[in-house]
Structures are given as C-alpha cells and as structure tokens.
C-alpha cells in the first residue's frame, strides 16, 4: 500500500490527506475526513447511498478511486447550507415526509442537488431519470419526487424575488 | 368506546403531518447509523464463510492468522462454549464447530486493528472440509436417502402442521366448481439500505454492551444473555438509527452479534462488524421460499365452501423465524373471506441453502399471491365479476373467522368498492388488465409471547415543562414516535413538539417485544396513551395539591376555578422539592384479553385486524411480454389514521416494496450458491420502476387501539402480489403462478395462448 | 499503488512507457475499480484532447474519454448519431454516466456493452495510439480476444477517439434495449442499426445485436434482404424473423433463456429499424 498526499476541496474548504490513492473516496471521507453523510449501501455503484458531487456531477463516492479526487472540488450535504439555514431541499424533504429510514437521504439530496444546478425546473419524469441510481427501499419514491419538486419551486421564486429586489434597487 | 374530545379531532387532523425532530438529523447527514458508529480502541471483525453447502470440517488452523501483525483474536466454533440456540427451534451456533450446511455458514472469526487486516487475516486460515452429499430441493430433501441435515429431524422436516377446519371433504364433494393451482414462490429479502451492523462492547463488569439498531432490541437482548450465560442485566442493547428494517432487524443478525459480543469479551475491547451487501444476500436471513398447490371449492353463485393447501417452505440451513412465517403463510389469508371449511398441510423443509427468516408481512403476502390468483381463476370460470365475488364472500364486522379470528372493526367491503372506483372497475381502457386483491392482518399480535401480549410505557414531566417518554417500541422511519407523540400530546393537551421519544437503550426504556406483528400503533400507541392520561391526573392532582384548590387542564395549561394559572415548569419544580428530585411520572400499561388460542391454534390472535383492498391497472407488450404497471390503488382500513404523511409514505413504500417482489426480485440459486447477491442483480425497483401509487383511507373507529388506530406498517405490501397477478392475467390471459411475474414468463403465456404477436 | 494524473497525451504514454507495462490506463474508472486496481494508474478522463466531440466535414469524432452523460447530452450526437445518445442514455445510472467513459465502455469489452453496440451499427473506427507514438485506427470487431477481453493492452496504448461518419440526410439510427429494471440494469439484450434510405427503399444497413458473441455482432443475413426493400410493417416483420434466425445465443440464469433472447433481438431488431427509418422521415418532412 503507498500513501499518497491527495489535495482537494471539500465543501469549499482545501483539505490535503495522505492516503492510498487506490481507496475510495467513500472511505476516505468516511474514515479519514470523518465526513459520515455519504453512506455504504453496496461499494459497488449500485445503490447511490454515497453520492457526492464531483466537480458539479453527481457520482458514486464509493467507485472513485481517492486518487481521482485530487484537485476536485467534492460537495457532500453538510455542504449545501451554511449550517444556519436548511437548504429548501432538505426543508421540503422534511416537510413531503420524503425520509423515512433516512439512510438514502444524503444521497439522494445530493443528486437532486445536481439535478437542480442544471435543471432548475425539472418535469417529473426528470426528476425520476435523476434519482434513478439511488436507491430508495422505505418511501416508494413518491414523497421525495414531491419534495423536489416542491423544492425546485420554491427555490425559483427565491430567485425571482431575489431579481425584483435587484431591479428595485 | 373512545373519547372523541373536539382536542382528538382536532389534534388528528392539524398536527396530522406532524415529524419528530430527529428527521433534521437526517436531510443534514448528522444522523448516526450503525455503520458509522466508531468507538475508540475498537478492533474490526470479520467472519469467514464456508464455501461448501454441506461439508464437515475436519481441521481449522488459525496459527499463521494469529500470528499476523495487526490481529487480535481469531475464534473458531470449538473455542465456544454455548449450546445451539434458535428462535423457534435451536438448531443454530454463532460459528459451527464441526458441520457447515449453506454456503456462507460462519466458520471462523478474526478480530484486528483494522478491517483491511481482518480481512487479510481470513485468508491465512486454513480449513480442511470432508465435503458432504448436499440437497437444494425440498422435495429430494424429504426422501430417506437425502442427506440429514440436523440430527434431530428426519427427513429434514423442521416444523409441520395439520389444520382441519370445518367439513372441507364435504366441502368438496358438494362443490359446482372446484379450481386448483400450484404456486412457486422465492426467497426474497427484505434488501433495508443499510446492512446490518453493530458495535460490541464487553463491560468491566463482564457484561456486554452492545450498539446496534434492531426492531426487537429486548428480545434481542434476551437471547444474548442466554446463549452468552450472561446474568441479563448485564446486556444492555442501544441502539444508533435504523438504515430500514421491514421485519429483517426484528432480531438483525443474531450469529453477527454473538460473534461481535464474544470477540470484544476475548479481547476487552470493543469489535465493530457488520455485513457486506454480498454477505446480507448470501448469508442474511431472507424470507422463506414457498411451493403451494391449492385447491377451491365453490358453489354456483360464487360462495366459497372450501379451501385446500398443501405448502412446503424452504427452511435453508437454519430456522430463525421460518416455522412463524410459514404458519402465517399457512393460514392468514384463510380469514379475509367467509370459508367454512380449511384443510392446510404445511412442511418447512432444510435444505443447504441460506437459511430464511422474515419480511415485512409474514408471508401473508406471497400467499396472497396463489390465494388471489386462485380467487380470479373461479370467477373467470364462472363469469362472475372478482369483486362481485370477493364482496359476496368477505369478512364483515362482528364476525368471528374460519380460524377462531374475533373480528371488531372491519372496513374490507369498503376498501374493497374504493379501491375498484378510483381505479376504473367499470371504465375500463381498453387493452389494459385490472386486478383486485384483498387482505387481512393480525394488528397488535398476542400470541408471540403469551406472558408479554402487551406493551408499556413510562412519560415523565421535566424540570423545564416538557415531557419525555420512555418506550421500547422502535421508530426506523415508519413514524412511530411521532404518533406517540401525537397521542400523548392528545392526553396531555399540548402540542406534540414539547414530548421526546426515547427508545433506544434497554437500560431505560419499559420492556417491549418491539416492531412486529403491527403490535407498536395498536399495543404500543395505547400503552402511551394510558402512560400519559396517568400523568395527566398526576399533574392535576399535584397542581390542586399546591395551590390548595381544584383545577382543570386544558391546552397545556392548568388553572383553577378562582382564576388562578400554573404552568408545567411550576409544578415540575414543585413535585421536585417535595420529593427531592423526583419527576412526575406516569406509567401505563397495556395488556390484551388473553388468546383464545386452543391446542389447533383456533383463536382469537391479536388486539384487533387491519384490513386492505388493492387494485391495480397494468399493460403488456404483446411481443415481449413487458409489463407496465400504470397504477395500484391501495385502499386501507387501519383505523382512525393519526398520522396522514407517515401513513401515506408507509403505503407507497409498502406498495413499492409489494410491487418489488412481485415482477423484479427473488433469489436465483446456481448448486445451492446465491446466483444474484448484488443489488444489480437483486433488483429492488428504481424512481422509474414504481408506478403510481394513490393511498384511500377507510377510516373506522377501532375499540382497542389508542383513538381508534390499527396497525398499517405490514399490510400495506400484502394485496399487492394478488392485484398485480390478476392485473397481468386479466391482460394475458392466463395466470403467471411463479413470482416475480417476469417479462419472459407472460411471454410464455402470450405464446401458449397464440397471442403473442 | 502510484496513481498519476496525465495533463497531456505524451505525459501519459510517457508514463506508460517508463512503467513497462505495470502502469494502466483508467477513465471512469466503474469498472477497473471493482476488477482492482493496477499498482500504477495514469488517469486520462481529464485530457482535453480525449474529451472532445467535434464534427469535421462528413465525420464525428467522439473522444475515447467523453463520458456517457457527455454523449448521451450532446446536441451534435443526439442529431448526427441517435443511436449513441441513446445508447449512452441507457447506461447504468446518473452516477454511473457522470462516470463512465465511451472508452472505458469499449476497452472493458463487455458483451452487450450499450455505447459500443451503438458504435458498431454507427460504423465507429476506433483510433489508437501506442506508447511509442504510432497511431493506428481499427474497426470496433477487431478489438474483441473473447468475452470481456480486449485485444487492447492498456497497459501500451490508449484509445484517442472514435471516428464515425455522421447520419447524412437520407440516413438515421436507432438504439433500443430490453431490461427488467428501468435503470441501473445490464440489457438482456441490446439492438442499434443505422440506415440509408433511397427513393424510398433501404440502400445501406447496419444491424448490430448483442449478447450474440463476445463482439457487437453485425447481422449481415438481415441486412441484405432489407436493401431495395420499402421500410414497412411487412419489412420490420420479415426483419423480426430474420433476426432471430441468424443469431445464435446463449441463455443465462440471471437474465433470461436463450430462446427468449432470439426472440427479443428479433423484435428490438425490427423496432431500431423502424425508429432509424423514421429518423430519416422527420428529416424528410421538415
Ligand atoms: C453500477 C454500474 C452499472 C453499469 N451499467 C452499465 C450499463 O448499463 N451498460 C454498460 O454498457 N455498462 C455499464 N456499466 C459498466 C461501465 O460503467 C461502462 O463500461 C463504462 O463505460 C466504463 O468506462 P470507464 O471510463 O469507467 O472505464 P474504466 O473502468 O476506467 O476502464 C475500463 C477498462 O478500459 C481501459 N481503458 C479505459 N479507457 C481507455 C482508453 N482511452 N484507452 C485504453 N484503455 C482504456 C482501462 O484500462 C480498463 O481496463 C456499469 C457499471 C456500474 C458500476
Ligand atoms: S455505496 Fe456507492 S453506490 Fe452503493
Ligand atoms: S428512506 Fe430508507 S432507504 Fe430511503
């Protein structure tokens, strides 16, 4: 096993690690960063457990070799709101009864996170297509589709008003 | 009869999307499963398998493993000391030390510094096996010459049943129409997103501490200390959040804990394992497969006179709870509808296979799969309209079942014309198929533990006003405490926020069988809800008592006829100086009329019945057989609903799961090997797969459970099978009688038929 | 393990040729993760040269590290080569796509790989370039030794692009595939074709089908008795038979038998057919 020194950005912040560039960035994250919202369904990319996102793309953290990840910018839940304020996805989440066991939660919320940087106001059946490599086995899907919708409203009035007050300004 | 005060009203329908807080812990990713639980000094555990189905081990030697830097400990089955142990049967050891039947049988375990080393440290045991004869075939593994999995059972028949109900011979032989059918059902496993996991811990007082979440944490802990020979309060279970359970957890993975608890008590310091995906479909426990043949007897008009089966279960290597599913499995679905006469012949049969447990339903719901089917079948042959004739013949209130089953509140008929209106019984588009299935469960069973029917629960005031209940029944997302704290909230009249729910140490929470049966809504939300109406004439009279004059409690707040106001804080504080540091507290609990249960087991077996009706509307691709599956509509008689979000997120997570097992999974064996243990192959549905799901709720006014409540969180999946089977035979043409209903296996019909195109 | 980012195409042959043969070429990586790790990776999914989609002329060269949402997005695919973006659309998951290469796709050698099926019925060429700087370019059906086994040693060269000629006005493709779950789920089987259409007839096909061998399988018998035919309901019905006649599978416990795999090549065959043909008719009509 060689140890390599892997330098990324994490939630906006430069972290630097030594690590065998051949562990997952899961893992990484996990066990060495102590970043425990992405979680371990499979380790093979197959449930979506442990999405982050990778330079603006959600990905599987648990078949991204650590090595990959140098010089990245990784996004993971505790980076989508500034700890004061909840983010209108994890608030619509809440409010839809889109969690149950929850242990999807966090990466679904990052997929639907990706989805909404490219697709702000996404059709339903997008919506579907952009969960469907998280797996899901406690809500049927149904809650959280609604909650990201939901969320995508209300994050596109955010921006309207955002705009009018601009303009008035 | 229950109060319904204006409060009950309308607390039940303002506060009826009401969550506890713990959801924030888990849209932030602050939540902490099992699998993240880490503790310092702890060692990682890995267990190594055998790789024969059937074979006896002749030599271990763990020498090279042992002397591996980085490892601890290794354990093999001729260190333990413990007798075999099981649920129903003991016919299990937490590593065998000398005869391994399925592949994946524990055989060795290492504890080290780190998994990477543990599980490096596997490779360097070396086991020498005497391979054995195996058997995969309930069937061959019946006949004298097949090989004897456990001593004690000849012909490998772990478990058997013979019921005779009624008069079914003549029964039969008075018949107009008698419709038979063979049913094959496959393991399937309950695939919760989490693996199993835990932390053990052994305690300097040489007990053993140990942190998983489990359904039934107290029965858990029972176990332990028996097969342990630990003095049981020195085990205490605590468990982190539950990643999904569905009947799966109700006792985890008891050899994974066992093995975790011996390897920390070997070495004192605490051991972490938990089980890979691969390991949860090859060595969890699924539920059991099944083979029903069945018959029917009916008259003319459509009136069922009787019904025949004869069911063998594939029991795997090991029993844990196989021998209660496939009594459920057995005989549930015998008291959705009136049929005076039952015979049932059940075998539950080892093969060298994983062994099996429970999921979810029971059972109830892959048997639901041949009894509807079998239902549509006679009312084809009849030309009668499925519902016509599942109405003609369904339970009603105030009846008592074929199996002694006293039913009280009973919604099927209702459930049974919503579910077929809102999906177009008589609208139908054309080319599409339409299923109707119907369903009953025991809600709040007694019959688990006929010393412990009941449930308990302790609510106490704190010094701050606020209230926090103790409980053993377990929350992993169903939404469980949130109903709780709705109904104490009712008691109590405050709002549901100001109570928290602890659950999750054995040391302080009341004694309870945990979640199964549908026992928490029912048995559980009444022992809280006697819990805090003890509370609540605690604090009125303390209240009196302190200010010298009667008073009344209405929306949190007390006061007396002269005006006078007390918070909660004031009385609290008041309780405390008087006893020295006492809180307030109220306990309650809960215990159901005895079963009636005799030595045939015909009785009356829980609190009270859930009842469900599903149809379902699907499409088939004539040239390929692929099924689309438009819609199910889940209609529910489950009492008054207290919660309408979680009960909602139930059904279609239910429904989900239902339609799961009734197209895409199932276990593929290859010479008695899981042929599928991912969850690519293992398919549970995606976002794309579930189709669209509506929720009806029946609302009757159940006597027993807490405001009128019955238990839902089983029975959501169990119409499912049926509706979708009938749906696809009403579209074919024919019946598909092997789950999952595949895309190949209506072809095959379609092709039969001479449809196809 | 070394794990080298490669910032150029020469750095990684460099370091390919310094390694002699122990380092690996990797792109997504979702597949060479799982099967482990080599002791030296050098990562090429961020050369620019690799990742381009570019139009010159007649041609479309899609490079060997665009990925398949890359692909399955790109206007220039979903327009000039259907078939692609559709086959890219299929794979696996969002994840996965966000992942995945074309390359890695190609090189992994998977029997019913989705984007080299497509890339068989587009007529891609695969254009490769070795440790010591030669370049060579090879049809897709030379590159396959056996079921999952590329004739392309990772360790010495690397697959720059693939090079096709893009659906001209008269021409179209189409992908289609049949799984039992909607994502996250290899193809029972997987159909593409691409089609020239003439006054009105076939004049150029290619039907591609897999699993059939360990390479995307061309069926050449139904090709020939479409040209000079009409694309009509009695073509796309002669074309099911056809299809399923010519292909020999073989069945398997986790997807399906084999006779019920004829059967679906046949059908899909028929569906791609019609759907390339039809392709070529919106083009017509606006
Ligand atoms: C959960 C999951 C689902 C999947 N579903 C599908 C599916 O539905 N359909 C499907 O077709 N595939 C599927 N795959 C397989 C996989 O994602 C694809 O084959 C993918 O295209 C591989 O590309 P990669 O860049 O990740 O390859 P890598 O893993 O990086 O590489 C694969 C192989 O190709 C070599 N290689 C890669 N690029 C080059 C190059 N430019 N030159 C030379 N050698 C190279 C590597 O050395 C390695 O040997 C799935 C995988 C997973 C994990
Ligand atoms: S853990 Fe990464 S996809 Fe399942
Ligand atoms: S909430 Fe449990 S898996 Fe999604």
């Known amino acids: 096993m060689d140890i390599g020194k892997i330098t990324f950005l994490l939630n906006d912040e430069p972290v630097t690690i030594y690590a065998d560039p051949a562990e997952s960035l899961l893992h990484l994250l996990r066990d060495q960063l102590g970043c425990m919202s992405p979680k371990e369904g499979c380790g093979r990319g197959e449930c979506g457990a442990c999405t982050v996102i990778l330079d603006g793309k959600a990905v599987n953290s648990c078949l991204v070799p650590a090595g990959k990840a140098a010089g990245k910018n990784i996004r993971t839940i505790e980076g989508i709101s500034d700890g004061k304020s909840v983010h209108p996805l994890q608030r619509a989440f809440v409010e839809k009864g889109a969690v149950q066991c929850g242990f999807c939660t966090s990466g679904m919320i990052m997929s639907a996170y990706a989805l909404l940087a490219e697709n702000p106001a996404p059709r339903q059946e997008e919506v579907k297509r952009a969960i469907s490599g998280n797996l899901c086995r406690c809500s049927g899907y149904k809650q959280i589709e609604e909650a990201i919708m939901t969320a995508a409203e209300e994050m596109n009035e955010n921006r309207v008003r955002f705009v009018e007050k601009e303009q008035k300004e | 009869m229950q109060p319904e005060t204006p409060a009950v009203r309308e607390l039940i329908s303002t506060e009826k999307n009401y969550q506890s807080a713990e959801v924030w812990t888990k849209v932030t990713g602050k939540a902490i499963y099992g699998i993240d639980l880490r503790l310092p000094g702890m060692l990682y555990g890995k267990i190594l398998r055998s790789s024969h189905p059937h074979a006896r081990i002749k030599k271990i030697k763990t020498s090279a493993a042992l002397k591996m830097p980085g490892v601890r400990t290794v354990l093999t089955g001729s260190d333990l000391s413990c007798s075999p142990y099981g649920i129903v049967i003991n016919d299990e050891m937490p590593l065998e030390p000398e005869h391994v039947r399925y592949v994946g049988d524990e055989v060795a375990a290492v504890a080290a510094v780190d998994d990477k080393k543990a599980e490096e440290a596997l490779k360097l045991i070396h086991v020498e096996y005497e391979t054995l004869p195996a058997v995969f075939d309930t069937g061959e593994a019946q006949l004298p010459e097949a090989p004897q999995l456990h001593e004690n059972f000849p012909g490998n028949v772990a478990w058997r049943r013979e019921v005779v109900r009624g008069d079914p011979e003549s029964a039969f032989r008075n018949a107009d129409l008698v419709v038979e059918g063979k049913f094959h059902i496959p393991q399937f496993h309950p695939a919760y997103l989490e693996p199993v996991a835990c932390v053990a811990v052994s305690e300097p007082d040489g007990g053993i501490t140990l942190h998983t979440a489990v359904q039934s944490p107290d029965i858990v802990r029972d176990l332990l200390a028996q097969v342990l020979k630990l003095p049981l309060s020195r085990v205490r279970i605590v468990g982190p959040v539950m990643g999904g359970g569905f009947g799966g957890k109700v006792y985890g993975n008891l050899n994974l804990y066992l093995i975790s608890a011996l390897l920390s008590m070997q070495t004192g310091l605490p051991v972490k394992m938990q089980l890979t995906r691969e390991e949860e479909f090859t060595a969890g426990r699924p539920m059991v497969a099944a083979e029903i043949k069945m018959r029917m007897a009916l008259g003319n008009d459509g009136t069922f006179l009787g019904r025949e089966m004869d069911l063998i279960t594939d029991n795997g290597a090991y029993s844990a709870q196989a021998p209660w599913v496939s009594n459920t499995l057995a005989e549930r679905n015998d008291s959705v509808y009136r049929i005076p006469a039952i015979k049932t012949k059940a075998r539950l049969v080892y093969t060298n296979k994983v062994p099996t447990g429970q999921y979810r339903a029971y059972g109830n719901q892959v048997a639901n799969f041949a009894c509807e089917s079998l239902i549509d079948m006679a009312a084809k042959k009849l030309k009668i309209d499925p519902l016509e004739m599942r109405l003609r013949n369904c339970v009603r209130p105030g009846e008592t079942t074929v199996h002694g089953l006293q039913i009280k509140s009973c919604g099927l008929a209702e459930c049974l014309a919503a579910a077929t209106e809102e999906i177009g019984w008589t609208k139908r588009k054309k080319g599409h198929g339409y299923g109707l299935s119907a369903a009953i469960h025991a809600s709040g069973s007694v019959v688990f533990d006929p010393n412990l029917r009941g449930a308990s629960a302790r609510i106490s005031l704190e010094l701050d006003g606020n209230i926090s209940l103790f409980t053993g029944e377990q929350d992993y997302g169903q939404g469980t405490h949130a109903a709780f704290s709705q109904i104490a909230a009712i008691a109590l009249d405050l709002e549901p926020s100001r109570i928290s729910v602890y659950s999750k140490d054995s040391l302080v929470t009341p004694y309870s069988m945990g979640a199964l049966g549908m026992r928490q809504a029912t048995i559980g939300g009444k022992a809280v809800q006697l819990a805090a109406e003890k509370l609540r004439e605690k604090i009125i009279r303390t209240s009196s008592e302190m200010i010298g004059e009667p008073v009344i409690m209405e929306n949190g707040r007390i006061r007396s006829a002269s005006g006078r106001q007390v918070d909660f804080t004031e009385i609290a504080h008041y309780y405390h100086g008087q006893t020295s540091g006492l809180t307030l507290t109220g306990e309650g609990s809960y215990v159901p009329p005895e079963s009636s249960y005799d030595d045939t087991k015909y009785g009356n077996i829980a609190v009270t019945y859930s009842f469900a009706a599903h149809a379902a509307e699907v499409e088939i691709d004539p040239e390929t057989g692929a099924l689309t599956v438009h819609r199910i509509v889940a209609a529910h008689d489950s009492g008054r609903i207290i919660n309408h979000l979680s009960a909602s997120g139930q059904i279609y997570g239910g429904v989900a799961q239902g339609f799961g097992m009734s197209c895409l999974e199932g276990y593929l064996f290859n010479e008695g090997r899981v042929a599928n243990p991912t969850l690519a192959d293992y398919k549970i549905p995606t976002a794309l797969d579930v189709p669209d799901i509506t929720p009806l709720f029946i609302e009757t006014d159940d006597p027993e459970g807490p405001y009128g409540a019955k238990g839902l969180g089983e029975i959501v999946q169990v119409p499912v099978p049926g509706a979708l089977a009938n749906a696809v035979a009403d579209a074919a043409g024919g019946w598909v009688t092997e789950m999952p209903i595949t895309a190949e296996k209506i072809f095959r019909i379609l092709s039969n038929r001479g449809a196809a195109k | ?286």
Request: hydrophobic letters at 50%; a neutral charge.
């Open chain 3, 1 to 286: 393990m070394s794990y080298f980012t490669a910032a150029s195409l020469d750095e990684a042959l460099n370091v390919l040729r310094e390694a002699k043969g122990k380092a690996l070429i990797i792109a997504g990586a979702t597949d060479l993760f799982l099967k482990g790790m080599p002791s030296q990776a050098v990562d090429i999914a961020s050369l620019p040269e690799l990742g381009m989609i570019v139009e010159e002329q007649d041609y479309l060269s899609v490079g060997a590290a665009v990925t398949h949402a890359a692909a399955a997005s790109s206007p220039l695919i979903m327009v000039k080569a259907a078939a692609l973006a559709e086959a890219c659309a299929a794979v696996g998951s969002p994840q996965v796509r966000n992942l995945g290469t074309i390359g890695g796709n190609l090189v992994n050698a998977a029997p019913a790989a989705d984007a080299a099926v497509a890339l068989a019925a587009l007529g891609a060429k695969a254009v490769l370039c070795d440790i010591d700087g030669r370049r060579r370019v090879e049809e897709l059906g030379n590159l396959y030794a056996g079921y999952n086994q590329s004739r392309i040693d990772s360790s010495r060269e690397i697959v720059l692009n693939l090079i096709f000629k893009t659906c001209q006005f008269n021409e179209g493709s189409a992908f289609a595939r049949f799984a039992s779950r909607r994502a996250l789920s290899l193809p029972m089987v997987n159909v593409a074709a691409r089609v020239g259409l003439e006054n009105g007839v076939f004049a150029e096909v290619r039907l591609v089908a897999a699993p059939v061998k360990p390479a995307p399988t061309r069926l050449f018998k139904t090709e020939e008795a479409l040209l000079g035919k009409e694309p009509n309901e009695e073509t796309r019905q002669m074309v099911e038979e056809l299809a399923s006649a010519e292909v020999k599978v073989r069945g398997s416990l986790l997807r399906c038998s084999a006779d019920y795999r004829r059967h679906l090549i046949g059908v899909l065959a028929g569906r791609v057919l019609m759907a390339a043909v039809r392709r070529v008719q919106d083009k017509e009509e606006s």
